[in-house]
């Protein structure tokens, strides 16, 4: 297992098309996170996966957004009817947890799939 | 939204030279943790300091937490120019499961 990754590396749509993006985490974690990231900010989050549940949602993903992680393996986002607001890199991350409620491991995080909307 | 808020934006010292970051916070945390990003790609873990530490060193890291003023500080001793990168904080509030990270400090150290 060499970390956590994510497929494509790139993806440029045109606007109003659907892409899906996918992420492999490590395979004895069982929390699997999406970051968005725009140029000069850090990660922004989107939502988090404790093995298939979906746990929590940020408000920045709107109803065009899907993610879901079957049988608590990979995870795929979805973005349907695209929009040029969302070029940005999208991250995923893996960790261990939970103790207790609270996190307390460090993410591994993949290299990331850049998206641009012309 | 955005916890962590980093300080300087940008830094650029010479190989050889220490350079320190500093973050600052809002809320009560479980623990803080560094990220490097080289550009382009993801973030890789550096270190992680618990809400009860104060101090804590890893190679070339030392990581300060003082939870009275929320604030954190890392430093890297003796930089070498592969240590070019952006450093993010991130912030494991109590109670949350997810990190909350800053804007990041844009470390450049010349050769």
């Known amino acids: 297992d060499t970390g956590v990754s994510q497929d494509p590396r790139h993806k440029i749509t045109k606007r109003g098309q659907n892409v899906t993006f996918r992420c492999d985490p490590i395979?004895?974690?069982?929390?699997l996170y999406w970051y968005r990231q725009t140029l000069g900010q850090g990660p922004e989050f989107l939502t988090y996966f404790q093995n298939e549940a979906q746990l929590e949602k940020s408000r920045l993903l709107s109803d065009r957004f899907s993610a879901e992680r079957p049988k608590g393996s990979f995870s795929t986002l979805e973005i349907q009817r695209t929009e040029q607001g969302d070029s940005a890199m999208y991250l995923c991350?893996?960790?261990?947890?939970?103790?207790?409620?609270?996190?307390?491991?460090?993410?591994?995080f993949g290299s990331g799939t850049r998206l641009t909307v012309v | 939204s955005q916890q962590g808020e980093e300080d300087p934006q940008a830094l650029s010292i010479q190989e050889g030279e220490n350079a320190t970051m500093n973050c600052s916070y809002k809320?009560?945390?479980?623990?803080l943790q560094w990220y490097r990003q080289n550009s382009g790609r993801g973030l890789v873990h550096l270190i992680l300091i618990r809400s009860n530490e104060r101090e804590k060193h890893s190679g070339r890291l030392r990581v300060t937490l003082d939870t009275s003023k929320k604030s954190s500080s890392l430093l890297i001793t003796a930089s070498r120019a592969a240590d070019t990168a952006s450093y993010f904080c991130a912030t494991a509030p109590s109670g949350y499961s997810t990190l909350t990270f800053g804007k990041g400090t844009m470390l450049l150290v010349s050769p």
């Open positions: 809320t009560s945390i479980n623990n």
């Open positions: 395979s004895e974690h069982n929390r």
């Open positions: 991350a893996s960790s261990l947890g939970p103790r207790g409620r609270s996190l307390m491991d460090g993410y591994t």
